[in-house]
């Protein structure tokens, strides 16, 4: 396995770069086919899965359905922390939105 792979599996939960939250449902591990010596590789040599997964959730982070694949370096695997952490992130974005358009009614004068 690689740097990239090694701790994704089966059932994690990943964003790609691919939008929205998909679940793994393949890790296929690749070797070289031939040399590749400005890589330092050699016919045999195993490098990046490539990772198949099903779409959970879209970018709008609503239920959506969909298959697709990518090389493990581009796979982030998403934990408690990284949901929290995304979490916070929307809730702060959220109430800059309000505060803003909260600030232009009261500026403006609306009633």
Not at 17 to 23: A, E, S
Not at 28 to 46: A, I, S, V
Request: glycine share 8%; hydrophobic share 30%.
């Amino acid at each position: 396995m690689s740097q990239y792979d090694k701790d994704l599996k089966e059932g994690d939960l990943v964003t790609t770069y691919h939008t929205g939250i998909w679940r793994v449902t393949k890790v296929e591990e690749r070797f070289r086919e031939g040399d590749y010596p400005h890589l330092g590789q050699k016919k045999g040599d195993q490098y990046s899965s490539l990772i198949h997964y099903e779409k959970v959730l879209n970018g709008k982070h609503k239920p959506a359905k969909g298959n697709s694949r990518c090389d493990a370096a581009f796979c982030a695997k998403l934990t408690r922390e990284s949901i929290e952490k995304e979490c916070k992130a929307m809730i702060e974005e959220a109430e800059e939105k309000a505060n803003t358009l909260l600030e232009l009614i009261e500026q403006s004068g609306v009633k």
